[in-house]
């Protein structure tokens, strides 16, 4: 009889190390199944070591669905279905897929915007939920060639109207515009001068811009 025990005893204990060491299945759904298919196209992981991995992986979806134009997308529920499943349901409500950008014409130069929007004016732009990212990376460049290499370019006051997005251009510009007042080589004491103007092009005085810079020293 002690036998007995002590086989079952073994056997169950070595399941349970198989079952703890398996692998977690995230499932998401939608409301539907288009809404379904929306979130598939994120081809979000699936196996998962814990519950933090899981959590984090669900709010990375709906990250991304944010930058589809799901700016109201909710989790409605993230729970546990069996021993090594998770079901996540998000709602995805409306999709918006082009924003009204309000920015002051002292701070963006209108021709930038031109190179990133079709439509603009004197007081705002329109762009694609897509291209936000993309395009305020555009303009901090901008900003940077024109000596400004440490100012902060985001979206406020974000807000619908009608079914339409609205935000304001918030452009944070540090100190006043920076120079180059001095070029200092580490490393190698005979390094020609002549190599620094004529070929990378870097001399004093000249508007600091941190990306050819950058591409230069490299």
């Given amino acids: 009889m002690k036998k007995n025990y002590f086989i079952a005893l073994l056997i169950c204990f070595t399941y349970g190390i198989k079952t703890n060491g398996q692998d977690?299945?995230?499932?998401?759904?939608?409301?539907?199944?288009?809404?379904?298919?929306?979130?598939?196209?994120?081809?979000?992981?699936?196996?998962?070591?814990?519950?933090?991995?899981?959590?984090?992986?669900?709010?990375?979806?709906?990250?991304?669905?944010?930058?589809?134009?799901?700016?109201?997308?909710?989790?409605?529920?993230?729970?546990?279905?069996?021993?090594s499943t998770y079901k996540a349901k998000i709602e995805l409500n409306k999709l918006y897929k082009n924003i009204t950008i309000h920015y002051k014409a002292n701070t963006i130069q209108k021709k930038w915007l031109n190179s990133i929007s079709n439509t603009v004016t004197d007081t705002h732009f329109i762009l694609t939920l897509k291209d936000i990212e993309s395009s305020l990376k555009y303009l901090n460049a901008k900003l940077s060639e024109q000596g400004y290499p440490f100012s902060k370019i985001k979206l406020n006051d974000i807000t619908t109207s009608k079914n339409a997005l609205i935000a304001h251009l918030d452009v944070a510009i540090k100190n006043k515009k920076r120079t180059i007042n001095k070029i200092k080589v580490e490393g190698y004491k005979k390094f020609p001068k002549s190599y620094l103007k004529h070929f990378l092009k870097i001399k004093k005085n000249q508007t600091f811009n941190l990306n050819p810079v950058n591409k230069k020293t490299e």
Avoid: A, M
């Avoid at 959590?55 to 109201?72: A, C, D, F, H, T």
């Fill in 24 to 83: 977690l299945l995230l499932n998401i759904s939608g409301n539907n199944i288009l809404e379904t298919s929306k979130i598939d196209s994120c081809n979000y992981s699936k196996k998962h070591k814990n519950y933090k991995s899981i959590s984090k992986e669900v709010l990375r979806v709906q990250n991304l669905l944010y930058k589809q134009g799901y700016i109201e997308n909710k989790l409605n529920k993230l729970e546990k279905f069996n021993d």
